[in-house]
């Protein structure tokens, strides 16, 4: 197995795991409230036991920097268009939340995803410049 073939699949590999970590964030933003507070009260021992707030804000902030940064590792010539992609995926998501009986979207969630996103763009873009200048 040649360098370009494992290039290929390691690519695909992470092109699903793009599309798939989209779909998650997706499912759980408009999936009902319990599994959010089932999962804050699984990791709020190891995280110092955070105000749910507090809880939200970086459950935001880490999905979608995961998100972003898979994304800007698949597509690293369009961070501008990934980033474009994003706010109107979160803007649909937290519109389509109201709409859910026990879920509301509000402008403070939606940006702190927004800042999620980019940062996994910015930092997955940041390491592959550094990748090209080290090895080249």
Known sequence: MDRTDIN???RGFIILTAWASLIA?????LFRLEIIY???????PFLNYPSMRTYATME????YTI?????GAVYPRAALRICLLLFVFI?????MQNCIPDRHGTLRDAVEKMIGGATGVFL????LR??????H
Not at 124 to 127: A, M, N, P, Q, S
Not at 130 to 135: A, G
């Open 91 to 95: 803007g649909g998501l937290e519109a």
């Open 8 to 10: 290929r699949k390691l």
């Open 124 to 127: 997955v873009g940041l390491l």
């Open 67 to 71: 998100v972003g940064m898979l994304f």
């Open 25 to 29: 964030v997706a499912f759980v933003t």
């Open 38 to 44: 089932r999962l804050y009260y699984l990791l709020a």
């Open 60 to 63: 935001h902030l880490a999905a």
């Open 130 to 135: 550094w990748k090209n200048t080290r090895w």
